[in-house]
T-cell receptor, first 113, second 110 residues
Framework: ETGVTQSPTHLIKTRGQQVTLRCSSQSGHNTVSWYQQALGQGPQFIFQYYREEENGRGNFPPRFSGLQFPNYSSELNVNALELDDSALYLC????????????FGEGSRLTVL | QKEVEQDPGPLSVPEGAIVSLNCTYSNSAFQYFMWYRQYSRKGPELLMYTYSSGNKEDGRFTAQVDKSSKYISLFIRDSQPSDSATYLCASHTGGFKTIFGAGTRLFVKA
C-alpha cells in the first residue's frame, strides 16, 4: 500500500506568478483534500475533491483552484501569488467522500518572494 | 473567535512525565474529535479519533472529550523523547471539512 505523495517538496516563486502542486492519493482512496498550513498555525481547509468533482470549499479566493483525475491524483493551482501564500500545502486522502481519518502527505513548502 | 483553540506552547517536560494537552471548541455541531501528531518537516498523522463525549485509550495515549464544556484533552503517559512533536487537535461535524487547532509544540527532554 503506497502512501500519499506530493511534489515538489520545496519551491520558490515570485509575487504574481502561478504555481501547480501535485498529489498522489493513498492506494484505494477516492477523496482528496488540500490544506494550507502557515508557519506556527494549524492546517486550514482549502477544498476537497471526490470523484473528480469539488465536494466542498473553505474560505479561499477563486485564484485557488484544483483538479482531481480519474486515478484520484490531484492538483492544486494558485494564480497571482501573494506573499501571504507562503506556506506548507498539504494533501490528504481518505475514502468515500466527507472526512474521516485524513492520510497526509509530507507537503509542498511554497515560498513567495 | 477560532472554532478550535489550542495553546501553542511550547511545552517542555522531562522524560517519563505525564503530558496533558488541551483544546477548546466553539461549534456545538462538532461530533468527531481527533488528535494528530506532526513531526518537523512532515505531514500530520492521526493519533486518536473519537466520536462524541467520553474517553479513548490507545497504549500510552488517552483522549478525552467533554461536549458539555467543549473541551478536548490528550494525555501522554511515560513520555519519551520520540514524542517530541507538534500535537494538533481537530474536529468536524461529519461533513467534508476538518477544523484544526494551531497545534501545541511538545519537547520531551531525555
Amino acid at each position: 500500500e503506497t502512501g500519499v505523495t506530493q511534489s515538489p517538496t520545496h519551491l520558490i516563486k515570485t509575487r504574481g506568478q502561478q504555481v501547480t502542486l501535485r498529489c498522489s492519493s493513498q492506494s484505494g482512496h477516492n477523496t482528496v483534500s488540500w490544506y494550507q498550513q502557515a508557519l506556527g498555525q494549524g492546517p486550514q481547509f482549502i477544498f476537497q475533491y471526490y470523484r473528480e468533482e469539488e465536494n466542498g470549499r473553505g474560505n479561499f479566493p477563486p485564484r485557488f483552484s484544483g483538479l482531481q483525475f480519474p486515478n484520484y491524483s490531484s492538483e492544486l493551482n494558485v494564480n497571482a501569488l501573494e506573499l501571504d501564500d507562503s506556506a506548507l500545502y498539504l494533501c490528504a486522502s481518505t475514502l468515500g467522500g466527507g472526512t474521516g481519518e485524513l492520510f497526509f502527505g509530507e507537503g509542498s513548502r511554497l515560498t513567495v518572494l | 473567535q477560532k472554532e478550535v483553540e489550542q495553546d501553542p506552547g511550547p511545552l517542555s517536560v522531562p522524560e517519563g512525565a505525564i503530558v496533558s494537552l488541551n483544546c477548546t471548541y466553539s461549534n456545538s455541531a462538532f461530533q468527531y474529535f481527533m488528535w494528530y501528531r506532526q513531526y518537523s518537516r512532515k505531514g500530520p498523522e492521526l493519533l486518536m479519533y473519537t466520536y462524541s463525549s467520553g474517553n479513548k485509550e490507545d497504549g500510552r495515549f488517552t483522549a478525552q472529550v467533554d461536549k458539555s464544556s467543549k473541551y478536548i484533552s490528550l494525555f501522554i503517559r511515560d513520555s519519551q523523547p520520540s514524542d517530541s512533536a507538534t500535537y494538533l487537535c481537530a474536529s468536524h461535524t461529519g461533513g467534508f471539512k476538518t477544523i484544526f487547532g494551531a497545534g501545541t509544540r511538545l519537547f520531551v527532554k531525555a
